[in-house]
């Protein structure tokens, strides 16, 4: 998994509630079990037509936010099912962070689990972002994950809470095999005492 450690980029708004994963990427794109290709599906139904043109009104179509690499939503962010598809979707089409007001929990956690910072704010926090977010190509956020903090482009901050265990896994770039793979060593260690202490059992 990739280290996020400081993260510079546009901003793309939102601004809508409960957004599911449904929504985030539609069951039609469930078939596959790779990580990869996915974002094309990334809000499927709203980035596409029925003939399968784009929606220029979509926030992810229009020129600005085509590369955005962060974006900011209404809350409640990710509920519905539990599809880890759904951040494979946002990390393939390039979007690392997610800011919103709440998340629901089980996608919240696929978040850490695939590279992508999901940050909670205040509602006042929340709208200036999305001030920020609106303004197309200048909207430029840069989100430190060792500081704890959010830039806007022009100058001002906002800091943010996070668990400490999760923040120390996404600064090394650590997913559930790269914390069991920290353990290498002691792992090892205890195979071979256990080897020579129970032969029988090897």
Excluded at 106 to 130: A, H, R, W
């Amino acid at each position: 998994m990739d280290k996020f450690v400081k993260l510079t980029g546009v901003a793309a708004p939102l601004p809508v509630v409960n957004i599911d994963t449904d929504m985030i990427i539609p069951k039609d794109y469930l078939k596959t079990i790779k990580r990869t290709g996915l974002g094309k599906g990334l809000f499927a139904e709203a980035r596409y037509h029925e003939d399968g043109s784009e929606n220029a009104d979509f926030v992810l179509n229009k020129p600005a936010y085509r590369n955005a690499k962060i974006l900011v939503a209404g809350g409640n962010f990710g509920c519905g099912s539990s599809r880890e598809h759904a951040p494979w979707a946002l990390l393939d089409f390039g979007i690392r962070c997610v800011i919103s007001t709440s998340f629901a929990d089980i996608f919240y956690n696929n978040c850490f689990k695939n590279g992508i910072l999901p940050i909670t704010v205040s509602q006042e926090d929340l709208d200036k972002l999305m001030d920020d977010a609106s303004r197309g190509s200048n909207a430029v956020l840069t989100v430190d994950l060792e500081n704890l903090e959010i830039t806007g482009p022009d100058g001002g901050s906002i800091k943010f809470d996070l668990d400490e265990f999760k923040r120390h896994c996404l600064l090394n770039g650590l997913d559930d095999i790269g914390l069991t793979l920290e353990k290498g060593k002691a792992i090892d260690s205890f195979e071979k005492k256990n080897a020579a202490a129970r032969p029988w059992a090897a």
